[in-house]
């Protein structure tokens, strides 16, 4: 189906067919010619025949010494009728009016049956035909005849009898010429046959050749990069050039539209980013000032307990300040992520060093391994870990189940390493799934949610994957995959 839709082979296709087809017809025309020729040959030399015996039967008709009438037949041409058989190399058959047979030159011991009358609807046609002359087709023991029946007239064109000559259409010549013919013609279209699947290879592959040209570009177009212009040919012809010259409007206007939609987004994201900031900010500073504020309503150095409620104040002002120390710098980290400086990487034992800083009981690693190559950046590979493990913690901590699990699996697949994590926590809801990698996004109460998107600009700027399968209340299984070293 996908090589018929192609337009190559149906320039291809259309071009043999043609040479077919059209062979195809010049083959039945020239048997149809051959076979009107034939029925003329036939007829026209039936037609000699006939004027070489009526002048032979005149001949005799006029040194008779009968009377000429058509009772005298069997008389006149007693004998007469044989050596102008001889002459002629055709039977004769003389009948009445009444369509009885009266003489015929067909030699023979027993009484000619097969002949012995005209059929009543060749007396009808000769009488009402203006020309008083029938020719009948007819095949005798595998033989073709063609018959003529016409009225013999004396001296004074008066009717005398029904004279029949059955002649033998002997196309045996004429099919054998045809045959010879036709194999000629056969082998000059196999010539041509296979000079038209030649020319339709190399004519189809010329026409095609700037439309795959063409495909090949706009295969390669993308919003994220510079796309090159198609250079027109000397020789392109004018519809490839109209399509060449449309592709490489669209390409400046493209690019026009990638240059405004690339500012647009960084002014977007930057304003959503502080906005964000300023928001997060915020949070800490208004207990802060609430703290200051009922420090400096309540500051009495004289009350009893002044230096425990110093050091109350210093913390909670201590803890707000780390706070917003941890925002600025969650949104450093993910502003300017450090070039990824790439090693070669056992990445079981760079995930088991990741994994070393948590706690908690329920974490499980397993690699199918005790060594997975990768190229890969060491510091960014364990900010992946933790940031997807720190996140299935979360998960659990929100849902609180009875036995909280979470799974790290490192495993190969093809020419990729992959790393799974697999927690049984609250899951991601229908609704969320399509902002999971957003920044900013979170459904947890604390944090910036910046740590997944950090996640996936770190493995797609590595050349990587990553991907989730989620249910809500059931758990998320994150995937990662990053080419092998």
């Known amino acids: 189906m996908r090589l018929y839709k192609s337009l190559r082979f149906r320039i291809f296709l259309s071009m043999l067919l043609l040479v077919v087809i059209a062979s195809i017809l010049i083959a039945i025309v020239t048997i149809f010619q051959y076979r009107e020729e034939a029925k003329d040959y036939h007829r026209d030399r039936l037609i000699r025949k006939e004027t070489a015996i009526t002048k032979n039967i005149e001949y005799v008709l006029k040194n008779t010494t009968y009377p000429v009438e058509t009772e005298n037949i069997p008389l006149i041409f007693k004998k007469k009728i044989y050596e102008i058989k001889d002459v002629n190399n055709l039977e004769l058959y003389f009948y009445d009016f009444d369509g009885r047979l009266l003489k015929s030159s067909k ?61 033998i259409a002997n196309d045996d010549f004429i099919n054998k010429e045809l045959e010879e013919n036709l194999k000629r013609m056969g082998l000059a279209y196999l010539v041509m046959l296979l000079i038209a699947i030649a020319l339709a290879y190399f004519l189809s592959k010329y026409i095609t050749r700037s439309l795959n040209h ?12 510079r796309n090159k212009r198609i250079q027109l040919d000397k020789n392109t012809t004018q ?87 941890s925002i600025a ?21 760079i995930t088991k060093l990741a994994l070393e800083i948590f706690n908690e ?27 997807l493990v720190k996140n299935s913690i979360q998960a659990i901590e929100q849902k609180d189940p009875e036995t909280p699990k979470i799974e790290v699996v490192l495993f ?17 809801a229908e609704e969320n799934k399509d902002k999971v990698f957003e920044p900013k996004f979170t459904t947890k109460t604390s944090g910036m949610g910046l740590g997944l998107a950090m996640v996936k600009n770190i493995v797609e700027n590595a050349g990587g994957t990553i991907n989730f399968q989620s249910s809500e209340n059931s758990g998320t299984t994150f995937k990662v995959s990053i080419p092998t070293a």
């Open 239 to 325: 519809e490839i050039s109209n399509l060449v010259l449309a592709y490489n409007g669209m390409i400046d206007e493209l690019e026009n539209s990638a240059a405004q939609l690339a500012a647009s987004e960084r002014e977007a994201a930057w304003r959503e980013m502080a906005k964000q900031v300023a928001h997060e900010i915020k949070n800490p500073l208004t207990p802060m000032r609430l703290t200051v504020q009922s420090f400096q309503r309540k500051f009495d150095p004289e009350v009893e307990g002044i230096h425990e409620k110093m050091e109350e104040y210093s913390n909670t002002l201590i803890q707000q300040i780390d706070t917003m120390s």
């Open 107 to 167: 030699a023979s011991f027993l009484k000619d049956t097969s002949h012995a009358k005209v059929p009543k609807a060749i007396l009808d046609t000769l009488k009402n035909s203006s020309e008083k002359r029938y020719i009948e087709e007819f095949f005798e023991d595998d033989t073709k005849y063609q018959s003529s029946y016409f009225y013999l007239l004396d001296s004074s064109f008066k009717p005398l009898a029904i004279l029949n000559l059955p002649y």
């Open 412 to 428: 190969s697949e093809g020419t990729h390493q992959c790393i799974t994590v697999k927690d049984n926590g609250i899951g991601v």
């Open 361 to 387: 009981e329920y974490i499980h690693f397993s690699s199918e391994g005790k060594e997975l190559i990768s190229k890969f950046d060491r510091t960014q590979w364990i900010r992946v870990v933790t940031n």
């Open 214 to 225: 063409v495909s090949e570009k706009i295969n390669e177009t993308r919003l994220d990069k």
């Open 329 to 349: 710098s969650a949104f450093s980290t993910y502003a300017d992520m450090p070039a990824q400086q790439d090693e070669t990487l056992n990445l079981v034992r």
